[in-house]
């Protein structure tokens, strides 16, 4: 039997399932002019146009690092919070999708039966566009996720996903999908961190899962991930301590639930949060930000070049509104970034990125 996208997704939801994900297949960036750690001192943001905007993000940073500066924030309360899906890399398709559809594939050679579970079934017909757009099917879809993946060691996960992660290719530009990290946002990670910044990915991923990317990618170390979570515990297998993933969901990280989770993680409220447009998962964290009792400033990507990435913009383009009401800094894709990915990549019958 077949069941509607609409009803496997309320029966996701009435389980209590989660959220979103990221991929890989590259090695490290070290010795690379992409290197997370990198920043160039005479200009730290080479790829950002000169403009405004590139001004209002050297300015701020000024300003909080000079001792006596009417907007200098301590060295301790210069938290910084990023997005991960199309703010820091490609999320046309959500990698995670793609992962949860390669790692049902894969269990089902060693378990045949479990393709006769509606809910697995359902899932098994998504195809990669599925995992492409909106608040909707393919948000709603990765609740799956976390379920699917659950009752097994940490370890056993890990590997799943780093196997996954060292072939999987993007559909569109061919490429590995670790190559489609946004090379101006590694700049301004290295900045922040160069300026004595702490630099925290906050995603409504599975935290496991980005831990396994964090640090090659963007230089952020394991322990500053925040993401959705499953429910843990120790156990004893064959004499050895291990940490076991229940099928249970402890915590989704997504709209209201980030700033949850970077008060779990931080104690602070962040003075720099960066998201952008697409399900509305990022307006909570910047606003958020706001409330620091230090200066802050917010950022929103908006996916708006279809010639070098893909353009597209929530419906009702609350996200956007937000930032104009509440001052938040929009960047263009189009307009303040000279370069998109950080390794060569074009689509078919595209100009170079």
């Known amino acids: 039997m077949k069941f509607r996208r609409s009803q496997v997704l309320r029966s996701a939801l009435g389980w209590g399932l989660v959220s979103s994900w990221p991929a890989l297949g590259l090695g490290s960036q070290a ?3 992409t290197h997370p750690g990198h920043s160039n001192l005479e200009d730290p943001l080479p ?13 701020f940073v000024a300003a909080a690092v000079t001792p006596g500066s009417a907007r200098y924030i301590p060295p301790h309360h210069r938290i910084a919070s990023f997005d991960h899906d199309g703010t820091l890399w490609c999320e046309r398709p959500l990698v995670q999708g793609v992962f949860t559809l390669a790692y049902l594939q894969a269990q089902l050679g060693a378990n045949p039966a479990l393709a006769a579970q509606p809910l697995i079934a359902s899932l098994l017909e998504a195809k990669e566009s599925d995992f492409t757009d909106g608040p909707s099917a393919a948000d709603l879809l990765l609740r799956l996720s976390l ?4 009752n097994q060691l940490e370890t056993q996960f890990r590997a799943s996903v780093q196997e996954f992660l060292a072939t999987a290719i993007h559909p ?7 190559q489609l990290t946004y090379q101006p946002q590694l700049e301004l990670l290295a900045y922040l961190r160069a300026q004595g910044f702490e630099t925290w990915l906050c995603s409504g991923g599975d935290v496991d899962f980005m831990r396994q990317v964090c640090e090659p990618l963007y230089g952020i170390t394991p322990r500053q991930v925040i993401g959705s979570c499953l429910q843990k515990e120790y156990r004893l297998v064959q004499g050895r301590g291990v940490i076991w993933r229940l099928p249970t969901i402890d915590h989704i990280n997504d709209g209201e639930g980030k700033p949850v989770g970077l008060d779990r993680a931080t104690g602070q409220v962040p003075v ?6 697409r399900s509305g998962g990022d307006r909570a964290m910047l606003t958020y930000s706001q409330s620091s009792p230090y200066p802050s400033l917010q950022l929103l990507i908006n996916h708006d070049d279809s010639d070098r990435e893909f353009a597209y913009a929530e419906p009702d383009h609350a996200s956007l509104t ?5 001052g938040w800094h929009v960047v263009s894709m189009k307009r303040d970034w000279l370069q998109i990915f950080a390794h060569p990549a074009t689509r078919p019958n595209s100009p170079p990125s």
């Open 47 to 59: 790829t950002w146009r000169p403009g405004p905007l590139k001004d209002s993000l050297l300015a």
């Open 272 to 277: 720099f949060a960066c998201g952008n447009v």
């Open 172 to 178: 569109d530009y061919g490429v590995s999908y670790g």
């Open 322 to 326: 937000a930032a104009h009401q509440r």
């Open 147 to 150: 379920w699917i993946t659950g």
């Open 31 to 33: 010795n690379q002019k």
